[in-house]
């Protein structure tokens, strides 16, 4: 699997606007190929800047899915990791 990390200025607006706009984008990346799960919020010290991850089945689909998210966004800073290891709370 593979992760797209993203981070985006996002619009001014109150905390339900901006939690409105991460529901879309999470509607949206839910229908990319590959798509496995995603995760979206604000950072903790800067409201304004949000952040992405979203896990991907492959690289393929990793690496299209962030070269759509830069042809739109174009202000979007990304990263395409791969994921060799993982553990869940016991």
Do not use: I, K, N
Not at 41 to 67: I, K, M, Y
């Amino acid at each position: 699997m593979y992760m797209v990390v993203g981070e985006q200025r996002m619009p001014a607006g109150t905390a339900e606007a901006r939690q409105a706009q991460y529901a879309h984008m999470a509607e949206v990346v839910r229908q990319a190929p590959g798509f496995v799960r995603g995760w979206w919020g604000p950072g903790e010290a800067d409201q304004a800047t949000g952040h992405a991850l979203v896990l991907l089945d492959s690289r393929e689909h990793a690496l299209e899915f962030a070269a759509t998210v830069e042809q739109y966004v174009p202000d979007a800073r990304l990263r395409v990791v791969a994921v060799e290891a993982t553990v869940s709370a016991p």
